[in-house]
């Protein structure tokens, strides 16, 4: 019994390797924004890893909070006001474990009269 286990345990580390299953590399870091008042703020990122890649945007809100359905691989934020300007960042993860991009920072700036 013992052999089967070990053959079963290296038949599962073989299929792992050969899958490639690995953390999220992200491939391109969200970058910092300046926009004005009233527009539409896109902050997205790039990552690959053992599907299913998953993501979470968040705001630094004092500590990182989750910004809630703000799970694809863009953020977009429709007719930002002041109260939108911070930092965020995403956490990627999959079943290897979760990455953190860098923080991008969005600067909101009022309309030009």
Request: with cysteine; aromatic share 6%.
């Amino acid at each position: 019994m013992k052999t089967k286990l070990n053959l079963l345990a290296a038949a599962l580390f073989l299929t792992a390797s050969t899958a490639g299953f690995a953390l999220p590399d992200i491939t391109t870091q969200p970058q910092g924004l300046t926009n004005a008042v009233g527009t539409t703020a896109t902050f997205w990122v790039a990552a690959t890893g053992t599907p299913t890649l998953a993501h979470q945007w968040q705001k630094l809100s004092g500590t990182w909070s989750d910004l809630a359905g703000c799970t694809d691989t863009n953020l977009c934020l429709t007719n930002v006001q002041t109260s939108h300007a911070g930092d965020y960042r995403v956490v990627v993860t999959n079943i290897e474990g979760a990455v953190t991009s860098q923080v991008a920072r969005l600067t909101v700036v009022a309309s030009p009269p």
